[in-house]
């Protein structure tokens, strides 16, 4: 099977920027739909940016759309998530998600799973 390890997360101040990576094994992310997924402390957890198999299509929740990036470096089994302008409102664990049929919105149609790196953002 495939295992997804996040890093990158941390402290940063609002306004400033952070970049999460998702180091694949098991598995080439080049098979793989891949995405992000955040969860704040009593919420669900929400989709926050998906990316097709070749990187050519990408998807973004509306809350991050303009202020982060998804992308992928196949050749090093990596998937990325690049935040900008970074509000309080994005504090949150961030997880790192793949599925074999394409990209989704929906957590559930996801097959693996990181765990997570916590992001706080603070004013």
């Known amino acids: 099977q495939m295992q997804l390890v996040e890093s990158g997360g941390g402290l940063v101040q609002a306004g400033g920027s952070l970049s999460l990576s998702c180091a694949a094994s098991?598995?080439?992310?080049?098979?793989?739909?891949m995405a992000w997924f955040r969860q704040a402390p009593g919420k669900e957890r929400e989709f926050v940016a998906a990316?097709?198999?070749?990187?050519?299509?990408?998807l973004y929740a509306d809350s991050v759309k303009g202020r982060f990036t998804i992308s992928r470096d196949n050749a090093k089994n990596t998937v990325y998530l690049q935040m900008n302008s970074l509000k309080l409102g994005d504090t949150a664990v961030y997880y790192c998600?793949?599925?074999?049929?394409?990209?989704?919105?929906?957590?559930?149609?996801?097959?693996?799973w990181g765990q997570g790196t916590q992001v706080t953002v603070s004013s």
């Open positions: 998600a793949a599925n074999p049929s394409g990209s989704y919105s929906s957590p559930t149609m996801y097959n693996y």
């Open positions: 098991g598995r080439p992310i080049a098979s793989y739909a």
């Open positions: 990316i097709r198999w070749s990187g050519g299509s990408t």
